[in-house]
């Protein structure tokens, strides 16, 4: 295994971190997430805050299949 880890990148749009600080469990959980394909994390995503909770989500991924396993820890509601 190698030593050195990937670390996906976060970036979030809100006036606040408190949109970052709910999502961080979810966020913390889609970084661990390996492709079997491709042997690849995510590399990023990036977070725009809209109303009452509701958030858009961009995923930089190796492939649609380890976007779709990401948005589905992630979605798109806190
Ligand atoms: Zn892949």
Redesign the pocket.
Known sequence: MSVLMDVMRIVVHDRGPELRNRLRPRLEQAALLR?V??S?SVTAVTIHARENGWFDSTWT???A??ERQAVAIVKDRC
């Open positions: 492709c394909e491709h690849q991924t190796c492939c299949d380890l």
